[in-house]
Structures are given as C-alpha cells and as structure tokens.
C-alpha cells in the first residue's frame, strides 16, 4: 500500500470494550505492508486511563498468538519482555 488506510479496531479495558480507529501506512510498519498483513496481525493499544480517546498504537511490537489473557485493568508495560524483544 502506497497510502494510509483507516483501520477500525475494539480494545477492552474493565470489562468494557471501547471502539476507535487510526490511520495506518508504510511509516507505521513498513514500506511493503499489505492491507491484508496488517488486519491478520495483534497490535498493543496503550491507553491513558484518565482519557480512553488517547491511545497509541505499538506496531514494531508484535503480539504473540500464545497471549490470550489480559488482566481485568490491563498491563502498566508490555509484560513478557515482549518490549525488549522487538
């Protein structure tokens, strides 16, 4: 993709699931992404819990497909050494 796309995504937070969007292109994760290899990835969604409209989006973290829980208030850091692991 040459252009940004818009990409609509839900995140849970205290058992709530809020809904957003953000625009996504090859400054995010690379110059040869496809539509497609972005929808079939997991992206880290930080927060700030004082205002649920701000987030940002880590797209050079991957999520592993083994993570399947996340805590009832979610993490303050990106457990695993996942961050680390980049």
């Known amino acids: ?9 839900s995140y ?3 058992g709530k699931i ?3 969007s953000t625009n996504v292109g090859a400054g995010d994760v690379g110059l040869f992404y496809t539509k497609t290899s972005v929808m079939s ?6 927060i700030s819990c004082t205002d ?8 050079d973290i991957k999520v592993p ?3 399947s829980y996340v ?3 979610g993490w303050k850091e990106i457990p695993y050494d996942l ?4």
């Open 1 to 9: 993709m040459t252009t940004s796309h818009s990409l609509y995504f």
């Open 71 to 73: 805590p009832f208030e």
């Open 12 to 14: 849970s937070y205290k």
């Open 41 to 46: 990835n997991r992206y880290w969604v930080q």
């Open 83 to 86: 961050a680390e692991n980049k």
């Open 65 to 67: 497909d083994t993570l």
């Open 18 to 20: 809020y809904n957003s």
């Open 52 to 59: 649920f409209r701000y987030r940002e989006m880590h797209w």
